[in-house]
């Protein structure tokens, strides 16, 4: 273990070629290149406000780099009187050699109560990752430890120097053997100018991945959303080598950041085994729809209905949440609801569900309370995922 602060000038290089662990516990400043070979594992637990290169392996040993502290540039905001959030931001290119790994577990660190107020201070990370990202091996992310998790985001780069407002952002390479978030560790995909693409994408344990409007992800091998990890937002997922696959508790949500309506567009098919996708409903009939190009697989799979604040329903009225080549319903009645007797009921609506060859519509409301309709959200922050309780009854 090392406590002591390194500086990385440009143009020079720190290499750590140790087959055991090492940590780092000071900060690594500077625009100089890190580079970790040998073998083993190198811990990077300070505040480090490193922005150069990372290379991790060299295709020959299994390395791992794990930062438990911060990664760039560095700032600390206020969300409320008990949370502060710390923002890293890494402009570096970062390159993973086949069989290494880069990990994030970043925990939420308690602090002292404020004398202010006598609540202990939680402050988590947001860390975002600006450069290229490289080669065969994995990103993996998971939940440090606290009370929730910290957030990786592969954002775009910054404007170049000199640029213009209306200038185009520069595009870089994010193409690498695996993205695996774990343990509710937190990934938010937020280029748009820059695509991901990725050999293979696992959420897993309450994983959560969230596609920004205009963000893109391709998998190239197997996707799995499973055990109560989600996949969430507004993007696109082109999955090339195999369906993508939420099952076993895993959830894929429709939804914006704010918890508002839009499109979640996927490439490739998708199969859902024992797993829900939930979406939202507006006025005049607008909906959150997954557009999916090939073959819809539900079975076993829950409906989870958000009302917007504007909801109003109508005679007539049909939510359209879903469209794909073709749907394949594997377990009718415990699956998606395809009986016309069977019914979903969230607020003070009742919906039935319509499962056609390449649509799932809602249609026919009914007002069960009197009452104005309650109103929910979910919201899509780093810190907490809405709920909503639903229910499925049988009309007699």
Same mark, same amino acid.
């Given at each position: 273990?090392?406590?002591?602060?390194?500086?990385?000038?440009?143009?020079?290089?720190?290499?750590?070629?140790?087959?055991?662990? %090492? @940590?780092? $516990?000071?900060?690594?400043?500077?625009?100089?290149?890190?580079?970790?070979?040998?073998?083993?594992?190198?811990?990077?637990? #300070?505040?480090?406000?490193?922005?150069?290169?990372?290379?991790?392996?060299?295709?020959?040993?299994?390395?791992?780099?794990?930062?438990?502290?911060?990664?760039?540039? %560095?700032?600390?905001?206020?969300?409320?009187?008990?949370?502060?959030?710390?923002?890293?931001?890494?402009?570096?290119?970062?390159?993973?050699?086949?069989?290494?790994?880069?990990?994030?577990?970043?925990?939420?660190?308690?602090?002292?109560? =404020?004398?202010?107020? #006598?609540?202990?201070?939680? @402050? /988590?990370?947001?860390?975002?990752?600006?450069?290229?990202?490289?080669?065969?091996?994995?990103?993996?992310?998971?939940?440090?430890?606290?009370?929730?998790?910290?957030?990786?985001?592969?954002?775009?780069? *910054?404007?170049?120097?000199?640029?213009?407002?209306?200038?185009? *952002?520069? $595009? +870089?390479?994010?193409?690498?053997?695996?993205?695996?978030?774990?343990?509710?560790?937190?990934?938010?995909?937020?280029?748009?100018?820059?695509?991901?693409?990725?050999?293979?994408?696992?959420?897993?344990?309450?994983?959560?991945?969230?596609?920004?409007?205009?963000?893109?992800?391709? +998998?190239?091998?197997?996707?799995?959303?499973?055990?109560?990890?989600?996949?969430?937002?507004?993007?696109?997922?082109?999955?090339?080598?195999?369906?993508? %696959?939420?099952?076993?508790?895993?959830?894929?949500?429709?939804?914006?950041?704010? #918890?508002?309506?839009?499109?979640?567009? +996927?490439?490739?098919?998708?199969?859902?085994?024992?797993?829900?996708?939930?979406?939202? *409903?507006?006025?005049?009939?607008?909906?959150? *729809? /997954?557009?999916?190009?090939?073959?819809?697989?539900?079975?076993?799979?829950?409906?989870?209905? @958000?009302?917007?604040?504007?909801?109003?329903? =109508?005679?007539?009225?049909?939510?359209?949440? $879903?469209? /794909?080549?073709?749907?394949?319903?594997?377990?009718?009645?415990?699956?998606?609801?395809?009986?016309?007797?069977?019914?979903?009921?969230?607020?003070?609506?009742?919906?039935?569900?319509?499962?056609?060859?390449?649509?799932?519509?809602?249609?026919?409301?009914?007002?069960?309370?009197?009452?104005?309709?309650?109103?929910?959200?979910?919201?899509?922050?780093?810190?907490?995922?809405?709920?909503?309780?639903?229910?499925?009854?049988?009309?007699?």
């Amino acid at each position: 273990r090392y406590d002591g602060a390194i500086d990385t000038a440009s143009g020079t290089t720190l290499r750590f070629a140790g087959n055991t662990t %090492q @940590t780092l $516990a000071g900060a690594i400043n500077g625009h100089g290149s890190l580079i970790k070979t040998g073998g083993g594992e190198l811990v990077l637990a #300070g505040a480090n406000t490193f922005a150069g290169p990372l290379t991790i392996g060299d295709d020959t040993s299994a390395n791992t780099v794990r930062v438990t502290g911060t990664l760039g540039s %560095q700032g600390t905001t206020w969300s409320n009187y008990w949370l502060k959030t710390r923002y890293a931001d890494h402009a570096g290119d970062i390159t993973i050699g086949a069989g290494s790994s880069l990990v994030f577990e970043q925990p939420v660190t308690l602090e002292p109560p =404020a004398v202010w107020t #006598g609540v202990p201070v939680s @402050t /988590m990370t947001v860390q975002v990752l600006r450069g290229a990202i490289t080669g065969g091996g994995e990103l993996v992310v998971a939940n440090g430890g606290g009370p929730f998790a910290s957030t990786l985001v592969i954002a775009d780069p *910054l404007p170049a120097e000199g640029a213009s407002a209306g200038d185009p *952002l520069p $595009a +870089v390479t994010r193409d690498f053997g695996a993205l695996r978030v774990l343990d509710n560790g937190y990934v938010g995909i937020a280029a748009v100018n820059s695509t991901v693409k990725v050999g293979e994408l696992s959420a897993t344990a309450g994983g959560h991945i969230q596609l920004a409007d205009g963000a893109q992800i391709t +998998v190239t091998g197997v996707a799995t959303i499973t055990r109560g990890a989600w996949l969430e937002g507004t993007g696109r997922v082109i999955n090339i080598g195999a369906p993508l %696959q939420v099952k076993d508790g895993g959830v894929v949500a429709v939804r914006t950041q704010s #918890g508002g309506i839009g499109t979640l567009h +996927v490439e490739g098919n998708v199969s859902f085994e024992r797993a829900a996708l939930a979406v939202v *409903l507006g006025a005049n009939q607008a909906a959150s *729809l /997954m557009k999916v190009t090939g073959v819809l697989s539900l079975n076993n799979t829950t409906l989870a209905l @958000t009302l917007a604040n504007d909801f109003r329903a =109508a005679p007539g009225d049909v939510w359209r949440i $879903a469209e /794909m080549g073709s749907v394949a319903v594997a377990s009718a009645g415990n699956g998606i609801l395809t009986d016309d007797d069977d019914r979903i009921t969230v607020g003070n609506y009742s919906f039935r569900v319509r499962v056609g060859g390449t649509y799932i519509e809602l249609f026919e409301p009914l007002q069960i309370q009197i009452p104005e309709p309650a109103t929910y959200a979910f919201y899509g922050a780093a810190l907490a995922l809405g709920a909503v309780t639903f229910r499925r009854r049988r009309r007699r």
